[in-house]
């Protein structure tokens, strides 16, 4: 997929989203085309598995409308599970696939991930804002809830256990997530441009661990490294 489509990674303060849905869970059965923005080769910026090399999935469109999303989600690519494959098929080496978006969970199914499988022999791993249910055969689930974040429009949470829950910190209160089993818990400060407004979101995500060490801090260290 040309580079030229890309675009940035998670965090930034943007507010071009339009929480675009371009399939729905009903029908997703029979998409047969993905609206895909970017496939690409990196390192998993965030979370649990930071600093590992994955290929990237990133879908377009959400149901949902954060006011610090970068993810352009007019922009996209239709491709069919095949060309899909064969895009991530270019980085054999990659022990890792993330699918991420947008709301990658709007879009497959359990056939989409074991085909994927099958054609990759990689692990799949989703991130996921957990308003919808997802295909029980996926190797690794990162709940990324934003109810907290988008409104009273906003679509209630139906996942109620992950491997990783991973929270972007605005100050809310952590006791609302305390019902969602996970293996790990992080908290992410809010990427913002603005450098005073940065080291406000750092230091206040950074006391918040130090009072709640059940969590841990992720760093976005794609930004870090300026990569992809
Ligand atoms: S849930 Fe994720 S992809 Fe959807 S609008 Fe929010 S940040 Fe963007």
Known sequence: MPRKTLNKRRGTARR??????????????????????????SLQGEGYHSGTSAVFVRFSGCNLCCAFCDTQHQVGEMMSLQEIVAEVNKYPIAPLIVLTGGEPSLFIDEAFVAELKQKTGKTIAIETNGTRPLPNNLDWVTFSPKSSFVGGDAEPCVLKRCDELKVVYLGQDLAQYDDIEAKYRFLQPCFVE???????????????????PNWRLSLQIHRVLNIP
């Open 194 to 212: 603005d450098l005073e407004q940065r080291k406000v979101n750092m230091q206040a995500c950074v006391e918040a661990v130090k009072s709640h």
């Open 16 to 41: 071009e989203t339009t929480g675009l849905i371009v399939s729905c869970p009903e029908s997703r059965s029979l998409v047969s085309m993905y609206k895909i923005n970017e496939i690409f080769y």
